[in-house]
């Protein structure tokens, strides 16, 4: 069955920088859209960035200029490049996938989350 697991998260200072990493397992990175959202405490999820199938990303205005959202295919890991991270970022960040090449639409699969704390 298909198994996403992120890693990376932690406490960190506000301006400082985090990579949150998402190990697929039963799901080839890279074939299909995946994306990571977010969940701070008393707040709906939202979508921070995603990836389709041919590379193309979106993300948040929140994040637009400090994070990045990758993938390694030959890893089989999705990558999120956290820069410039502010208390408001502090949430559980999910990783999640689709069935789908496209962005549109929910997701199937989803992790169990990394917390990310930003103090200032």
């Known amino acids: 069955r298909v198994q996403l697991v992120e890693s990376g998260g932690g406490s960190v200072q506000s301006g400082g920088s985090l990579r949150l990493s998402c190990a697929a397992a039963d799901y080839a990175v890279g074939t299909y859209c995946m994306g990571w959202f977010r969940q701070a405490p008393g707040k709906e999820r939202e979508g921070v960035a995603v990836i389709d199938s041919d590379g193309s990303t979106s993300n948040a205005d929140s994040v637009k200029g400090r994070f990045t959202i990758s993938q390694d295919n030959a890893k089989n890991t999705l990558y999120l490049q956290m820069n410039s991270l502010t208390p408001e970022d502090t949430a559980t960040y999910y990783c999640?996938?689709?069935?789908?090449?496209?962005?549109?639409?929910?997701?199937?699969?989803w992790g169990q989350g990394t917390q990310v704390t930003v103090s200032s």
């Open positions: 999640a996938a689709r069935g789908d090449f496209y962005c549109s639409g929910s997701y199937t699969f």
